[in-house]
């Protein structure tokens, strides 16, 4: 390190604001600043990992699923006649249901996952600020 460079990195240190003379005096409030930032940082890259994770998968849309049934439906020979069940409507729609989160298992878990991330991320920016209420309670070092 250059001799010129150091006076000005020092004084820094030497004559602090009053910004960092009140993060001194609570100390637990700056750690705990610090690593919530930290930490925001490793959710932000995983957040944008499971973004891009989620963006190259292929989604099948509901009227894909509904067609492979049916063409299912068509290849399987129907069964005896029966009466028709009060429930054959929720039937189809459960089939449905299941078809389309067996296609798009993947693309859901990261979604999932995506979402659980930005909850995190709201819970460490919560954490990250500390009111005037706390800035009071926790006594000065």
Same mark, same amino acid.
């Given at each position: 390190?250059?001799?010129?460079? !150091?006076?000005?990195?020092?004084?820094? +240190? /030497? %004559?602090?604001?009053?910004?960092?003379?009140?993060?001194?005096?609570? *100390? $637990?409030?700056?750690?705990?600043?610090a690593?919530?930032?930290?930490?925001?940082?490793?959710?932000?890259?995983?957040?944008?990992?499971l973004?891009?994770?989620?963006?190259?998968?292929?989604?099948?849309? !509901?009227?894909?699923?509904?067609?492979? +049934? /049916? %063409?299912e439906?068509?290849?399987?020979p129907?069964?005896?006649?029966? *009466? $028709?069940?009060?429930?054959?409507?929720?039937?189809m729609?459960?089939?449905?249901?299941?078809?389309?989160?067996?296609?798009?298992?993947?693309?859901?878990?990261?979604?999932?996952?995506?979402?659980?991330?930005?909850?995190?991320?709201?819970?460490?920016?919560?954490?990250?600020?500390?009111?005037?209420?706390?800035?009071?309670?926790? *006594?000065?070092?």
């Amino acid at each position: 390190m250059e001799q010129s460079a !150091l006076p000005g990195r020092l004084t820094p +240190l /030497l %004559e602090p604001s009053e910004v960092q003379r009140l993060a001194q005096a609570h *100390p $637990p409030l700056q750690l705990r600043g610090a690593t919530a930032s930290l930490e925001r940082q490793r959710v932000l890259r995983r957040c944008r990992h499971l973004l891009d994770a989620c963006l190259s998968q292929r989604l099948q849309t !509901l009227e894909e699923c509904i067609a492979r +049934l /049916l %063409e299912e439906e068509r290849q399987v020979p129907p069964p005896a006649p029966t *009466p $028709p069940a009060s429930g054959s409507g929720l039937d189809m729609e459960t089939r449905i249901h299941e078809l389309f989160d067996a296609l798009n298992g993947d693309a859901l878990r990261f979604q999932e996952a995506y979402y659980s991330e930005r909850r995190y991320l709201n819970q460490l920016d919560d954490g990250r600020r500390a009111g005037y209420e706390e800035t009071l309670a926790v *006594p000065a070092a």
